[in-house]
């Protein structure tokens, strides 16, 4: 592997943690607000969000 595949393979690996990021922020400001039900072994559980 030669330096200029070594400089786009580290690009790409930039490219892809930054897309990545995004979508994971824009995944969680979008969640809904509001109370979260959990029906579990320990019970019922309610959450604020």
């Given at each position: 592997m030669n330096r200029?595949?070594?400089l786009y393979l580290v690009i790409g690996a930039?490219?892809?943690?930054?897309?990545g990021l995004g979508?994971?922020?824009y995944h969680e400001?979008?969640?809904?607000?509001g109370v979260e039900l959990?029906?579990?072994q320990g019970g019922?559980?309610?959450?604020?969000?």
């Open positions: 200029t595949n070594g930039l490219v892809v943690a930054v897309v979508a994971y922020t400001q979008t969640k809904p607000k959990s029906i579990g019922v559980s309610v959450q604020e969000k």
